[in-house]
């Protein structure tokens, strides 16, 4: 059976006001949590659709036993299997190495789509760490997802203390992607200690 996600080399249709999430990674391999995920962040910020970003390559990373970038749209697919999640290659197309880079190039493409940035909260544990974090905070609204063993450890993070004072209430999840930002929310839900990191090792 085909997968219900749809699948797009570039960018996918979009338009002004359609409130889009965008969940970034390597996908090798895709698995339930970014479904669950995704699934959360739908349901909790009212989203028209979620993308999954797959990246050619993380470039802090060894890539050189990374699957190729089709093999893996695929299978994020398959594991995706929703009608409001759309698997993406855009950022080969893109051409962009980073997180601000990519998210920079998709606002000036999809003038008027409502875009929030989503991760776990493993990464807002080291998001400071990550290229002009600062910048992709002032680029559009943030959803964190909660993740098994990280939710204090990222909540007294560097990230999260420098930006404190523009979390929004979950409460008020469905005004996020309306958002000017900075603006973020730390977001509850069925939670998966599923890794792709864990999933290679296996």
Same mark, same amino acid.
């Given at each position: 059976?085909?997968?219900?996600?749809?699948?797009?080399?570039?960018?996918?249709?979009?338009?002004?006001? @359609?409130?889009?999430?965008?969940?970034?990674?390597?996908?090798?391999?895709?698995?339930?949590?970014?479904?669950?995920?995704?699934?959360?962040?739908?349901?909790?910020?009212?989203?028209?659709?979620?993308?999954?970003?797959?990246?050619?390559?993380?470039?802090l990373?060894?890539?050189?036993?990374?699957?190729?970038?089709?093999?893996?749209?695929?299978?994020?697919?398959?594991v995706?299997?929703?009608?409001?999640?759309?698997?993406?290659?855009?950022?080969?197309?893109?051409?962009?190495?980073?997180?601000?880079?990519?998210?920079?190039?998709?606002?000036?493409?999809?003038?008027?789509?409502?875009?929030?940035? @989503?991760?776990?909260?493993?990464?807002?544990?080291?998001?400071?760490?990550?290229?002009?974090?600062?910048?992709?905070?002032?680029?559009?609204?943030?959803?964190?997802?909660?993740?098994?063993?990280?939710?204090?450890?990222?909540?007294r993070?560097?990230?999260?203390?420098?930006?404190?004072?523009?979390?929004?209430?979950?409460?008020?999840?469905?005004?996020?992607?309306?958002?000017?930002?900075?603006?973020?929310?730390?977001?509850?839900?069925?939670?998966?200690?599923?890794?792709?990191?864990?999933?290679?090792?296996?």
């Amino acid at each position: 059976m085909m997968p219900r996600s749809a699948v797009h080399d570039g960018l996918p249709p979009h338009a002004a006001g @359609l409130r889009i999430g965008l969940l970034g990674g390597s996908f090798n391999p895709a698995h339930d949590g970014h479904r669950m995920a995704s699934l959360t962040a739908l349901r909790k910020l009212g989203l028209d659709q979620v993308w999954w970003l797959v990246t050619p390559g993380n470039p802090l990373k060894d890539n050189r036993a990374l699957p190729a970038l089709g093999q893996r749209m695929q299978a994020a697919a398959v594991v995706a299997n929703h009608p409001q999640i759309v698997v993406t290659g855009v950022e080969a197309r893109l051409g962009t190495r980073f997180t601000a880079q990519t998210l920079t190039a998709l606002k000036a493409r999809c003038s008027g789509a409502r875009f929030v940035w @989503l991760m776990g909260s493993d990464n807002l544990a080291q998001f400071h760490r990550w290229q002009n974090w600062r910048g992709i905070a002032r680029l559009m609204p943030i959803g964190i997802i909660d993740r098994p063993g990280t939710t204090h450890r990222a909540m007294r993070s560097r990230a999260a203390v420098a930006l404190g004072r523009w979390r929004l209430d979950e409460s008020d999840g469905l005004l996020l992607a309306t958002e000017d930002a900075p603006a973020w929310m730390f977001l509850h839900g069925r939670r998966s200690a599923l890794s792709s990191t864990a999933l290679r090792g296996r």
